[in-house]
């Protein structure tokens, strides 16, 4: 059986388990929501690498992947080289879509809806020099939406106010009437975007990388000989008790979970890089 470990600090990550089901669904897929320490983006970095490391230890004792997909923009920016030198595990990271974005804007104006954590980090920046150089990247830290998102999932009405608050800020930066194409930045957004395309302006082009993720998830697997094998089955875990469990129950099933199951992530002090794995407790 492929094994597949997915991991976010809430609900964000769903949205590429659902890219994973589509292109490989046979595969074993377990989804890790790091929800006890959620939000992400107001923990300072050292600390939150030393969490991210704990928690996919007790992730990989528990699940045993052949691969691990970090379903986050924040824990990919600030976590992934961290993870990939500690643990001998294949890691596919979530970047925020610039790249793409540069191939297809045609006023050479990007749009960038994401975390004020991932807007502030030079990743970001190195990113845009990288692939967008002849562009200008005009971001926006939303920190509002990862919420708004949560409660989405959970069939929450999303309050178009809000949405429309937030893009504004976007749109409403000098040069900002000439995006027309929109990366999304936080995988908890993936949830909003019939919601951001209808309060868009006209025209705009706006980019999940769930696919893309999925698709370099495959490539892994394919490298390493493993083919989509399996039941489909996998657990959804959460490292703590979810807020509203009833509602989150209702969109669980849409990606293959009929219920969660709570790990127990030892705050062990154990420093970074000794080679120590925390054991799960359920």
């Known amino acids: 059986m492929t094994r597949i470990l997915a ?103 990007i749009g960038l809806l994401a975390t004020a954590a991932t807007v502030r980090r030079p ?19 939303a920190r509002g939406l990862a919420d708004l998102a949560e409660a989405a999932f959970r069939g929450r009405p999303v309050p178009q106010d809000a949405i429309r608050h937030e893009l504004a800020a976007l749109f409403g930066q000098p040069g900002g009437g000439r995006i027309d194409v929109v990366c999304i930045g936080c995988t908890h957004y993936s949830f909003l975007l019939d919601a ?32 989509d094998t399996g039941n489909g089955a996998g657990v959804a875990l959460f490292t703590a008790p979810p807020a509203d469990p009833e509602a989150l129950r209702c969109g669980l099933p849409g990606f293959g979970y009929p219920d969660f199951s709570l790990l127990e992530i030892a705050e062990t002090g154990i420093p970074a890089g000794t080679g120590y794995r925390p054991r799960l407790t359920v």
Request: contains cysteine; charged residues 20%.
């Open 7 to 109: 991991f976010d600090s809430g609900i964000g990550g769903y949205g590429i388990v659902g890219a994973l089901r589509t292109r490989l669904p046979r595969a074993d897929i377990t989804m890790l929501s790091d929800n006890e320490v959620y939000p992400y983006g107001e923990i300072p970095d050292t600390a939150l690498v030393a969490r991210i490391e704990r928690v996919i230890g007790a992730g990989l004792d528990a699940v045993r992947p052949d691969v691990v997909v970090i379903a986050c923009n924040t824990a990919s920016t600030v976590a992934l080289d961290a993870l990939r030198g500690r643990f001998a595990i294949p890691f596919v990271g979530t970047v925020p879509p610039v790249k793409w974005a540069a191939s297809l804007s045609r006023t050479r104006h």
């Open 123 to 141: 990743y970001l920046h190195d990113l845009a020099a990288r692939f967008a150089a002849d562009c200008t990247l005009l971001a926006h830290g």
């Open 196 to 227: 951001l395309r209808a309060a868009s302006p006209d025209g705009i082009l706006w980019l999940d990388p769930a696919e893309a993720v999925a698709r370099r998830t495959a490539d892994v697997l394919a490298q390493l000989g493993l083919d």
